[in-house]
């Protein structure tokens, strides 16, 4: 059963600085989409960013301009660079990997790193 490994969330001060890491347990293939969600206590969980095979990106309004998703395609890694940590990023997140569409497909999941952002 391959997962994806996540690392790099712990504690940090607002406006500091994180950078979140993913990584399947082993080699998979045909992988279209990853990206990041988070899910808050209490709230429902969101997608964060998500980057295709082509390159192209999306991010949720909450966190355009402070949030950067890279990809490593040969090995199938993804990271998230967040910048300027607001308290409302404290959530745990989740690293997905899709083969199909924004529709719909075969999801892999990592599970997930907590990130908590003081004020």
């Known amino acids: 059963q391959v997962q994806l490994v996540e690392s790099g969330g712990g504690l940090v001060q607002a406006g500091g600085s994180l950078r979140l890491s993913c990584a399947p347990s082993?080699?998979?293939?045909?992988?279209?989409?990853m990206g990041w969600y988070r899910q808050a206590p209490g709230k429902e969980r969101e997608l964060v960013a998500r980057?295709?095979?082509?390159?192209?990106?999306n991010y949720a309004d909450s966190v355009k301009g402070r949030f950067t998703i890279s990809r490593d395609n040969a090995k199938n890694t993804i990271y998230l660079q967040m910048n300027s940590l607001k308290p409302d990023d404290t959530a745990v997140y989740y690293c997905?990997?899709?083969?199909?569409?924004?529709?719909?497909?075969?999801?892999?999941w990592g599970q997930g790193t907590q990130v908590t952002v003081s004020s």
């Open positions: 082993r080699s998979i293939f045909s992988i279209d989409i």
């Open positions: 997905y990997a899709r083969r199909g569409t924004i529709n719909g497909g075969f999801d892999y």
């Open positions: 980057i295709f095979s082509g390159g192209s990106t």
